[in-house]
């Protein structure tokens, strides 16, 4: 069981955030007449909406959005585990030649990140990936970075960052959590 060690970010501090990851984005992209949003399931879906919103506030043009599904890209699956159901990949436009700013909630190993873009991969050809990310917590096992990062958080592989977002947990913050000391 985890305990909560630090509340790192609180609904404002969080909403602060994505506005300047949205600022970050409109700068560094020519045009946001290409930009789409995919938010890795479950709670880079809510903050890829969130960011998504932002640009199209900052830039006057609308960007599509979607959700990522990447089970089936997993490179933890064991042999003979019963197979997955994909129920929560989401693109209903094309990501041909689109830059895709794939949205998650933290970094961590950046073994997600690498199933997402495998899955994306599978739906088309973007011309760009970037990533944005609201938490950075280190412990990289493969080379990929947040091209947008909301905030670096040194952890313990011990520790876990939860993000909440109020459309799954009723509540929207970001903590730093631990194992129960016995």
Do not use: W
């Not at 209903?92 to 690498?114: C, P």
């Amino acid at each position: 069981m985890l305990t909560v060690k630090a509340k790192l970010m609180d609904e404002g501090a969080m909403r602060r955030t994505l506005v300047r990851m949205a600022h970050e984005i409109v700068e560094k992209n020519d045009s946001a007449e290409r930009l789409c949003f995919i938010g890795i399931h479950r709670r880079g879906v809510p903050l890829a909406k969130e960011l998504a919103q932002n640009v199209s506030r900052f830039s006057g043009i609308p960007c599509d959005v979607g959700s990522v599904d990447i089970i089936l890209h997993r490179d933890d699956r064991t042999e003979g585990a019963v197979d997955p159901t994909v129920t929560n990949t989401k693109i209903d436009f094309s990501i041909e030649n689109q830059t895709v700013i794939l949205v998650d909630d933290v970094i961590f190993t950046g073994r997600t990140i690498r199933a997402a873009m495998d899955t994306l991969m599978s739906k088309g050809r973007p011309a760009k990936i970037q990533l944005a990310v609201l938490i950075d917590r280190g412990h990289r096992e493969l080379p990929i970075r947040g091209d947008y990062v909301g905030k670096n958080v040194p952890t313990s592989r011990k520790e876990r960052i939860s993000v909440r977002v109020s459309e799954y947990d009723g509540e929207t913050g970001v903590y730093v959590c631990a194992p129960q000391e016995n």
